[in-house]
Nanobody, 114 residues
Framework: QVQLVESGGGLVQPGGSLRLSCAAS????????MGWYRQAPGKQRELVATMSIDGSTHYADSLKDRIAINRDNAKNTVSLEMNSLKPEDTAVYYC????????WGQGIQVTVSS
């Protein structure tokens, strides 16, 4: 089993920046892909960005100019830098990891509002 704990969410003003972090524990050594997803009210969960163990990345096209994902395989952590935040970025952000199945963190709220 893999346990994921997110941190770094909160309230940010439009145009601001935020950094989310996720720490994996348990059977973290078997994680092939780690990343971030988000779910806005009334919408389906969607991909934000992922990074494979070999460093390859996959970004949502609509977000790739404003975000950056980083992963530390030694520490089993993944972070997401988000810039130029917009109100439509408001969502619950989930850390996800694939290791013999998909594992999810509990999610963390990000609210972009003035």
């Amino acid at each position: 089993q893999v346990q994921l704990v997110e941190s770094g969410g909160g309230l940010v003003q439009p145009g601001g920046s935020l950094r989310l972090s996720c720490a994996a524990s348990g059977s973290a050594a078997g994680i092939a892909v780690m990343g971030w997803y988000r779910q806005a009210p009334g919408k389906q969960r969607e991909l934000v960005a992922t990074m494979s163990i070999d460093g390859s990345t996959h970004y949502a096209d609509s977000l790739k100019d404003r975000i950056a994902i980083n992963r530390d395989n030694a520490k089993n952590t993944v972070s997401l830098e988000m810039n130029s935040l917009k109100p439509e970025d408001t969502a619950v952000y989930y850390c996800g990891a694939y290791a013999s199945g998909m594992h999810w963190g509990q999610g963390i709220q990000v609210t972009v509002s003035s």
